[in-house]
């Protein structure tokens, strides 16, 4: 099974060099079993330039507003936590920004360039909500945050992590995850299921799968034009040290709105 969150040596928390030789020796599910408590991502830079890339665009063109009131963001398939640190530093390099000239360089994406817009003092943090099968210890060692274990068929069934309100998920994120689904008709109802409750979702891999076919509740997103394109248009996807962002929005969360 040609399944793999990314070929980088591990710099901790990985058992061998390659992360496509432990799924070749252990099997998916065994290895993240083996090492679900110590996990890192070795592509964090990116997942954290690409993460300060979205966000900037999203502030900008669409959810101001959304963003003074706790934007709701489901990071889904969390790993050790990457998008969710990346999220909140975000936040917190936007909120040093009203009270200083100049950002903060030591929670710096390594890309240059990606500093967070100004936001205002009122603004209040994201609430994001977790889950992860294997990962979940990791996730909590590392942010000091609660994460479910919840798996994509689960979610796909309606599950969700706990949340204080029934309110719409602005976003969810999958990151290094959402190619590991090898069956069409599994990733279908994941993302059917993930539309009718989340307006964006934004796909960080290390290539451009998996493929996500028109008619399963998503229209993919320019975030340099701002505006739909079609799905296989990869013009302007976000890319960052060999780190690839997709953005795509919700059809159903659309025909909800209007």
């Known amino acids: 099974m040609s399944r793999f969150r990314g070929e980088r040596v591990s710099s901790s928390g990985n058992i061998s060099n390659s ?15 083996r090492v679900g408590a110590t996990y890192k991502n070795p592509h964090f830079p990116g997942v954290k330039a690409c993460t300060f890339h979205w966000m900037n665009k999203w502030y900008e063109h669409e959810d101001a507003d959304t963003a003074l009131t706790s934007p709701l963001i489901f990071d889904m398939a969390c790993d050790s936590g990457e998008v969710t640190i990346s999220v909140l530093e975000w936040w917190h390099m936007g909120k040093l920004q009203s009270t200083s000239h100049k950002p903060p360089t030591h929670v710096q994406p ?15 943090p994201p609430v994001v909500l977790a889950a992860d099968p294997y990962t979940s210890e990791a996730y909590r060692l590392r942010t000091s945050r609660s ?24 976003m969810v994120f999958c990151s290094f995850a959402l190619h590991l689904i090898e069956n ?24 451009k799968k998996p493929e996500i076919k028109e008619g399963w509740g998503w229209t993919k997103w320019d975030p340099v034009k ?33």
């Open 147 to 170: 994460c479910s274990s919840l798996s994509f068929r689960e979610i796909a069934e309606g599950e969700v992590p706990a949340c204080d309100s029934n309110r719409t998920i602005d």
């Open 184 to 207: 069409p008709s599994e990733l279908f109802a994941l993302l059917w299921e993930l539309s009718t409750k989340c307006k964006w979702l934004i796909v960080i891999a290390p290539h």
């Open 226 to 258: 701002w505006e739909p394109c079609q799905m296989l248009d990869q013009q302007n996807d976000i890319l960052h040290e060999r780190v690839h962002c997709r953005i795509f929005r919700s059809h159903n969360s659309q025909i909800q709105a209007s």
């Open 19 to 33: 992360m496509r030789d432990n799924y070749g020796e252990y099997g998916v599910d065994e290895y993240y079993r």
């Open 110 to 124: 390594r890309s240059k360039g990606i500093v967070p817009p100004r936001l205002p003092a009122d603004a209040q």
